[in-house]
């Protein structure tokens, strides 16, 4: 039922009386900033105990005070009554509670529950909410913000439920009321100051506070406000944000559009009726950054264009207890004037008491996703009304429901286990809120050790990384006694922000002075740098070499490439991005092709040629960087394994490092999938299997390397895993070839304790497994291009998760991603697999048209997914002659609209089944179907048709194979991992006649204790 409920916004809980900062609220206290009356409604004074006519619980109320009793009971007890609700608001739920003469058996618990109906429908039809009430012995208040279920009119309150506890519990002040979601904006005839602070020009404007956490559920812990009007030629807003801690506010940038939302400051997003949309920032300091919002193609997340500039102002102003920071819009910016439906979303950015983006509005996904904005309806010079944007957000989005594990039908790898580690950021004070610091200051040590004794016996190692492990631990010696007592070490990471700064002061060429210490992990200087600090640091720490048990290169060298290598975002680095274009178009580029420059109009047919040549270019630089660091390694640690690269997976996978290249130099291949993150970015269906998925490419395009996998194990976008998320995400990777596991965290006993624990439980149910013996050489291969994936700058991997979703989790076929490179060198033989799948491969790797026939030749069967499949050589040259004999094309293809597909007689299915097309996503050339008629080659058979009955795809006889052939892309983006469709069928069918197994029982692996089962 919990996937029921709709927009809890989670401020559940607990705020005292009396606090220890002002300003701040309280974890779980929201601002309230109302704007006119706001509804409050009274609960039936009825109050009823569970169990009834128990001699031992007892309820009294009177005067509007509830007290709650239980004396010699055993056993799980509440009492409760009954809330109306209606509209469509977010309501406020608010008391005061207490505890006295409390007794805690050892399942205590104390909790709330909210249990949803409509009509006579049974209490909880509609969903349930609990949540946890921490036992408190003085007045406490408790806010809860949430949007009802959908079609529900009422609900139980269980307060308190209570298992295995004796003692009081005492409510007051009980109502529910409900939060405005407009503000009326004035239009002025004289303009408010704008010199960054609220004073009375602003009085008369309009507010909304009331900020949610950006991609969660949950309000702002930190009081934000946004005021706005606007006149005939501004639009004007002011933001008012409480911070007692001033002393520690971040606002080191100082130059106009570089890195500002860093650092404390507020971000204001406008959108035009004529759908221009603009992005502008400000910092404490009152820097500004700002740019134009837009979306690549239909369906793609909203980019800002920072080579634009506006003409807007900004200023900011610092306080006693916060700032303040205005704006004035002109709506020149826009082309436009003041009237219609504008869109406005409001931002802030904490980075000094704690850390913490919220915004205006509360949806799901990016917070510059304007279709979700708020809405702001002009019309000069009349009042305006501004009115939030809000929606149902999933409790449990990540949630996957998995049949009872058959566990006799797996096979194990003799006595091996997973190696886990992690959980460093938990114990790395630095990364908790400076309020957090203040009020531990005395007992943080015990805190530190406490969590290290439990880290330690959950089995897990490394919980701290050189050179940073004496930090950690208080000393050297308490590290060396921590490590002979749990038998374990810690990482070595080579790289750290101090090596950028040292190879800038050496002349470092690839950098950019707006980005702080950032340097590109194939610059030569900083190449010696590190393996001078290497040197220089063991010969200082000789302690550090035995108990070292893993080295790590660079974590996601390709974050700072795009803004490095641009003109545009680079120019005060022209001269050696000339130079270093100059070679790009001599070297890779067949004399035409040079940088491949991010922000620059790359719309151009020429782009894809110079995505391409600029990656090969850098993935050459990055294997000779990984050749140099691993020589250094193993110099020093010639047992240890060296991981060079953790590729940047944590959203989405964008495939800028050749996985096949690096695996040269790699004892480990480190990825870093965080789910939440790809559900952010990407949406549910592209998040549910993002852990194994991220693997499993990892993996494969390897050439079979053990993987090195992180573990989300802390709270981001917004939202926290729960423990049967970790299970599932430990569960995705085992089965997908990690053999490590680290699980990242960050300041968890401040943020998501409950995080913390379950990850060390999941961490030992971890520890308890034995690896799984995997297939080594499946039937059915999936050719993975990565010219193909640069030249179409895909962003998402939409083509080739569908597959992992549909033939892995949904039909249990093992299968393999083959590296295209790997298979034009001969590193990789085709004929292992009897049947490969081609889901994309326009522009294709030199030699992989010639391995593809031979391989049909001898006799194997390829399914082209990819219309436009070899239709480029690198050099930009068409290879017509190519897709003639291959797939017995003539003429060029044409657009169609499509939507759908009729399996033909040569699919071996139904024909009334149905084959559904996705649109392309995230990717160049996206936002439509891309489907083409085709004529069909008279010496093949109808395989699918459109709805009009033209050709869809062939099934071709080759040599001694056959070539299945689709005029349209079916996985353009990945509706289809969640939905059981025809393609389904197909590829039950394909399998099948092709002798590929299916139902594997390990795709359906999980760890002991699984509670989400069917």
């Not at 404390?264 to 959108?271: G, I, K, P």
């Not at 004496?470 to 749990?486: I, L, N, P, V």
């Not at 998040?687 to 709270?715: E, N």
């Not at 799948?837 to 990819?866: Q, S, T």
């Amino acid at each position: 039922m919990f996937n029921k409920i709709k927009n809890n916004r989670k401020v559940a809980t607990v705020k005292k009386k009396e606090q220890e900062m002002s300003g701040v609220k309280s974890v779980f206290l929201p601002a309230l900033l109302l704007v006119g009356s706001a509804l409050q409604i009274h609960a039936e004074n009825v109050w009823r105990s569970w169990p009834r006519d128990d001699q031992h619980i007892k309820v009294v109320s009177q005067n509007g005070a509830v007290e709650f009793s239980i004396q010699d009971f055993h056993g799980e007890a509440s009492c409760y009554t009954y809330f109306p609700v209606s509209g469509s608001s977010r309501k406020l739920l608010r008391f005061q509670y207490r505890n006295t003469r409390i007794t805690q058996g050892k399942r205590f618990r104390q909790q709330l529950k909210l249990m949803f109906t409509a009509g006579d429908a049974q209490y909880g039809s509609r969903g349930i909410v609990t949540l946890d009430l921490p036992v408190r012995t003085k007045d406490t208040e408790f806010r809860y913000e949430f949007m009802p279920p959908e079609g529900a009119d009422k609900f139980r309150l269980l307060l308190p439920v209570w298992n295995d506890g004796n003692g009081t519990f005492h409510i007051s002040n009980l109502s529910l009321r409900d939060l405005p979601d407009t503000a009326s904006i004035p239009y002025l005839s004289n303009a408010p100051s704008l010199n960054g602070k609220i004073d009375n020009s602003w009085q008369k404007t309009g507010r909304l506070g009331n900020f949610c956490v950006i991609g969660s559920d949950e309000a702002s812990r930190l009081d934000t406000s946004l005021q706005m009007a606007y006149d005939g030629e501004f639009l004007y807003a002011a933001f008012r944000c409480s911070e007692p801690e001033m002393n520690r506010i971040k606002r080191n940038m100082t130059q106009f559009d570089s890195q500002v939302w860093s650092d404390d400051s507020v971000e204001l997003m406008v959108a035009a009726p004529n759908q221009e949309a603009r992005q502008y920032i400000l910092n404490v300091n009152g820097t500004r950054w700002d740019g134009r919002l837009s979306v690549r193609v239909p369906g793609d997340p909203w980019r800002a264009e920072e080579s634009w500039n506006g003409k807007w102002k900004g200023a900011a102003s610092a306080g006693k207890d916060g700032y303040t920071a205005v704006f004035a819009i002109p709506f020149s910016d826009f082309g436009a004037g003041p009237s219609g439906k504008w869109r406005i979303n409001a931002v802030r950015h904490a980075r000094a008491s704690i850390r913490e983006s919220s915004h205006l509005n509360c949806f799901e996904g990016p917070f510059n996703n304007v279709e979700k904005f708020a809405t702001l309806e002009l019309d000069a010079p009349r009042t305006a009304m501004l009115r939030r944007y809000t929606e149902p957000i999933s409790a449990a989005p990540l949630k996957i429901v998995r049949r009872p594990l058959q566990a006799e039908k797996l096979a194990y790898r003799d006595a091996l286990s997973p190696r886990i580690m992690g959980m460093a950021g938990t114990v790395t004070k630095q990364l908790y809120s400076s309020s957090f610091q203040r009020k531990h200051a005395s007992d943080w040590t015990k805190i530190r050790d406490q969590a290290f004794k439990e880290i330690a016996a959950s089995g897990m190692e490394a919980p701290a990384v050189f050179p940073w492990v004496s930090a950690r631990f208080g000393s050297r010696q308490a590290a060396e006694k921590y490590a002979e007592r749990s038998q374990s070490g810690f990482l070595l990471a080579m790289h750290n922000t101090s090596h950028s700064a040292a190879a800038l002061s050496r002349g470092a060429k690839f950098s950019n002075p707006s980005l702080k210490n950032s340097v590109n992990a194939i610059d030569p200087v900083l190449r010696n740098v590190i393996a001078d600090w290497l040197n220089g640091y063991l010969a200082k720490e000789p302690w550090v070499k035995p108990l070292t048990i893993m080295v790590r290169g660079f974590d996601e060298p390709s974050n700072n490439l795009e803004e490095i290598f641009s003109f545009a975002k680079n120019p005060q680095n022209r001269e050696n991005l000339n130079d270093l274009d100059a070679l790009i178009r001599r070297e890779y580029g067949a004399g035409r092709y040079g940088i491949y420059d991010a922000f620059a109009d790359n719309r151009d047919p020429e782009a894809p040629f110079r995505r391409i040549a600029f990656l090969r270019y850098w993935n050459d630089r990055l294997d000779e960087a990984n050749a140099f660091y691993r020589n250094e390694v193993k110099r020093h640690f010639p047992q240890i394994p060296f991981t060079p690269v953790v590729v940047n997976t944590v959203a989405n996978y964008r495939g800028i490092v050749d996985f096949a290249r690096l695996a040269k130099h790699a004892d480990w291949i480190g990825v870093d999938p965080y789910p939440t993150s790809a559900l952010a970015v990407l949406g549910r269906a592209r998040a549910l299997y993002h852990t194994g998925f991220s693997v499993k490419m990892a993996r494969d395009l390897s050439g079979g390397k053990p993987v090195y996998s992180f573990i989300q194990a802390f709270r981001y976008h917004g939202r926290a895993p729960k423990g049967t998320e970790l299970d599932e995400w430990v569960a995705q990777a085992l089965k997908n070839g990690a053999e490590i596991l680290n699980y990242y965290s960050d300041a968890n006993l401040e943020t998501c304790p409950e995080v913390f624990h379950a990850a060390l439980e999941t961490a030992r149910k971890a520890k308890s497994t034995r690896l799984l013996r995997l297939p080594v050489t499946p039937a059915l291969g999936v050719l993975y291009s990565d010219f193909d994936f640069w030249g179409r700058a895909d962003d998402a991997a939409h083509r080739y998760y569908a597959l992992y979703a549909i033939l892995g989790e949904s039909l249990g076929i093992p299968f393999e991603y083959i590296s295209a490179s790997s298979a034009a060198s001969g590193q990789k033989n085709l004929k292992s697999c009897q049947l490969l799948i081609v889901p994309g491969l326009r522009f294709a790797e030199p030699g992989i048209a010639e391995k593809l026939i031979r391989y049909v030749k001898d006799g194997g069967a390829l399914v082209i997914f990819d219309p436009e499949a070899l239709s480029f050589a690198p050099d930009g040259s068409e290879t017509p002659e190519i897709r003639h004999n291959l797939f017995g094309l003539n003429a060029p293809l044409r657009p169609v609209a499509a939507s759908c597909l009729k399996p033909g007689p040569a699919s071996g299915i139904s024909p009334d089944c149905k084959l559904p097309l996705a649109a392309v996503k995230n990717m160049r050339d996206g936002g439509r179907v891309h489907a083409f008629s085709v004529q069909m080659p008279k010496d093949a058979e109808l395989l699918a048709l459109y709805s009009d009955g033209a050709c869809a795809g062939f099934k071709r006889n080759f040599g001694k194979g056959v070539v299945y052939f689709f005029a349209a892309q079916p996985f353009g983006n990945s509706d289809f991992a969640v939905m059981k469709t025809g393609w389904n069928v197909f590829f039950t069918a394909l399998a099948q006649k092709w002798k590929c197994p299916q139902k594997q029982e390990y795709w359906n692996y999980q760890l002991p204790g699984n509670k989400e089962q069917k």
